[in-house]
Structure formats: structure tokens, C-alpha cells
């Protein structure tokens, strides 16, 4: 059985940086495109960013130029580095292929607060 399991969120105040993992367990990654999602307080759950097995990236016009996804199919990890944080990037982050083929991790929380 596949287990996502997200990590490095926190507190982190506007304009500050935070580095996300996603590690992965039960499935190779190699052969998918991988995505980071969330879903903020009173939002749906929605694609940020995806990376393709190849290495190409794709980004929600909301944090082009802020996140960096990236991928270790060796470590079977995935990355998303978010600068410049914003309030409204307070959410759950969530990892999963894309499209969606997995059951969901447990995310982990952003908050983005002075």
C-alpha cells in the first residue's frame, strides 16, 4: 500500500521560507508525474505544481516564480521550496500523483502570519 508522508511545514511569516518533503513509500515514483496540492481554510483542495518523471515543472500563476518543486526518484521524495510566503498560501500541502492516483497523506500545515 502506497503512504505519502508530507513534512516540513510551520509558522513562517510573510516573506519568509519554508522547504516541504514528501516521501514516499510503497510505490516507485520514477514513473509519474508528481504534484503538490493544498487546501486552504474555506477553499477546495487544488494543484500548485507539477513535475513531470522528465523533470518538467508546471506552477499555478499564484506562486510562479516563489516555489521550486522538485524530485529524487532515488530517495523517491519530492520537493516543493516556497519563498517569498504570502498569507495566502496558509493551507494543508498535501503530495500525490497528477492526476491523482493515491490515497492522501496526512499534508503538512503552512501558516503564513505576522
Known amino acids: 500500500q502506497v503512504q505519502l508522508v508530507e513534512s516540513g511545514g510551520g509558522l513562517v511569516q510573510p516573506g519568509g521560507s519554508l522547504r516541504l518533503s514528501c516521501a514516499v513509500s510503497g510505490s516507485v515514483i520514477v514513473f509519474y508525474t508528481m504534484g503538490w496540492y493544498r487546501h486552504g481554510p474555506g477553499k477546495q483542495r487544488d494543484l500548485v505544481a507539477t513535475?513531470?518523471?522528465?523533470?518538467?515543472?508546471n506552477y499555478v500563476d499564484s506562486v510562479k516564480d516563489r516555489f521550486t518543486i522538485s524530485r529524487d526518484n532515488v530517495k523517491k521524495t519530492v520537493y516543493l521550496q516556497m519563498n517569498s510566503l504570502k498569507p495566502d498560501d496558509t493551507a494543508v500541502y498535501y503530495c500525490?500523483?497528477?492526476?491523482?492516483?493515491?490515497?492522501w497523506g496526512q499534508g503538512t500545515q503552512v501558516t503564513v502570519s505576522s
Open positions: 513535475i513531470t518523471n522528465g523533470g518538467q515543472v
Open positions: 500525490n500523483t497528477n492526476p491523482v492516483t493515491w490515497y
